[in-house]
């Protein structure tokens, strides 16, 4: 049996370096930081001090880390697995990165005599632990039919696309459905909260039809659920998008709505919440809409448990009261976010605490409001002196008059 390196041991290479050891496989483990090294040591790997130690002790070195340089740094940067790697190491990195970079990586071990293969893998944390991951090769097909068992240790579906960064092509395709059907998925459902209709019920009625996704199933049952636990982190995704961005200038694809979500991750991840989930993308759609996705029984559960709650939102139609809208504060997740989460890197953002629950507010419909009415605000936005807010409204107070489009 092979002898596997595995490095890079976090929310994927963990669960992925533990089905090897279960499958019987010699691994040494190597990780940035100890812990998982420790813990995988416990359950019979052998740790190792550096990636080239790694590799000089394996016939096979796989790769599980977040993004471009740091594959670039542990395979060809100094006490790398190409220093380490004797002719005849296969190298697979399962990371999603760059498609060039894997080619021009994989041109540098072939001087070298080692093989690479881009192996990026679908199917999240669960697929991870339960060995069901989908995995995409691009690279030598000798070496992809040799290292085939290894990689049926940790996934189900497998498929060889194609020359080296095919693999990664593929994984670039991948996110940029997964991305966009998680954009769509949260407006359909704060559309419906929205209008006042149970979003739970909403994601039942759409699995069974033609909307029904597994996206819809996981990350429409997580966004009910408020859980924004990683999951695929939000920094991730925006640089998975990132890469096929990139893609798309290097061979002329224009890819709008890729752009727009990437923006929107972008948007998450300067608030300071790039390590929550990617289900998280709905709380921007929730905050332009000034209401939350939730199932309207947990909402009548809470309104038992605390009575009814002072300024509930309005959703819908304003007449309308839906329970679905309803919001109060949690502690001490903050309407599901955990509060640790929402005092991320960036410190908490005001406006994701309120919309989770630790503001609530009252909702003005627009079809209520006076043509040029505002919204009351008080104080005006953070960092605006008062009268600067005032002369602000005022200034943009026009624009929010309707627009009768003219036949003339
Ligand atoms: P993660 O951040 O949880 O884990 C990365 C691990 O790499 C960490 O343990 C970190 O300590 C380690 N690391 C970072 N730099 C290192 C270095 N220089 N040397 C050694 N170790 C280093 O990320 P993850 O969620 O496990 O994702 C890993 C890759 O898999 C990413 O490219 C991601 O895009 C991709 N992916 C993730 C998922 C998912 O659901 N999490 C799904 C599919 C693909």
């Not at 990586?105 to 093989?115: D, H, P, S, Y």
């Not at 194609?162 to 459905?177: F, I």
């Not at 459902?189 to 996704?213: E, H, I, M, T």
């Not at 038992?304 to 109060?328: F, S, T």
Request: hydrophobic share 45%.
């Amino acid at each position: 049996m092979e002898r596997i390196g595995f490095i890079g041991l976090g929310v994927m290479g963990k669960p992925m370096a533990r089905n090897l050891l279960k499958a019987g496989y010699p691994l040494v483990v190597y990780n940035r930081s100890r812990p998982p090294v420790e813990e995988l040591a416990a359950e019979g790997a052998e740790p190792a001090g550096s990636p080239r130690e790694v590799a000089q002790r394996s016939d096979v070195v796989i790769t599980m880390l977040p993004d471009t340089p740091e594959v670039e740094q542990v395979l060809a940067g100094p006490d790398g697995v190409f220093e380490g790697g004797r002719p005849g190491l296969i190298v697979i990195d399962m990371s999603t990165i760059d498609p060039m970079a894997a080619r021009r990586l994989a041109a540098q071990a072939t001087e070298r005599g080692i093989v690479m293969l881009d192996a990026p893998v679908s199917g999240g944390e669960i697929g991870a632990i339960q060995g069901t991951l989908s995995i995409m090769v691009g690279g030598d097909a000798a070496a992809f039919r040799r290292c085939l068992p290894i990689l049926q240790a940790m996934g189900r579906n497998i498929v060889y696309m194609g020359e080296s960064g095919a693999g990664q092509v593929t994984k670039a395709a991948n996110q940029v459905v997964v991305a966009l059907t998680i954009a769509a998925i949260s407006e359909a459902l704060v559309l419906a909260a929205k209008a006042g209709v149970d979003p739970a019920k909403v994601r039942q009625a759409l699995l069974g039809g033609f909307a029904g996704s597994r996206v819809l199933e996981v990350h429409g049952q997580r966004i009910l659920e408020r859980n924004f636990r990683p999951g695929f982190r939000i920094r991730l995704h925006h640089k998975d998008l990132r890469i096929a961005l990139s893609l798309g200038r290097a061979v002329g694809a224009s890819l709008p709505l890729t752009a727009l979500v990437h923006e929107w991750l972008g948007a998450l991840v300067a608030r300071g919440h790039g390590d929550l989930d990617h289900a998280a993308l709905v709380t921007l759609v929730e905050e332009w809409a000034q209401t939350q996705v939730r199932p309207q029984a947990a909402v009548a559960a809470r309104d038992q448990e605390g009575g009814p709650a002072d300024g509930r939102l309005a959703a819908g139609g304003g007449a309308q009261r839906p329970a679905a809208a309803v919001v109060r504060p949690r502690s001490p997740e903050v309407g599901g976010v955990p509060e640790a989460l929402l005092r991320g890197a960036g410190g908490p953002s005001r406006s994701l605490a309120a919309v989770a629950g630790g503001r609530p507010r009252r909702q003005h419909h627009p079809a209520l409001q006076r043509p040029g009415h505002l919204p009351q605000q008080r104080g005006g936005p953070p960092g605006v002196p008062r009268g600067e807010a005032e002369r602000t409204q005022r200034s943009f107070a026009p624009g929010l008059r309707p627009i009768t489009p003219s036949l003339a």
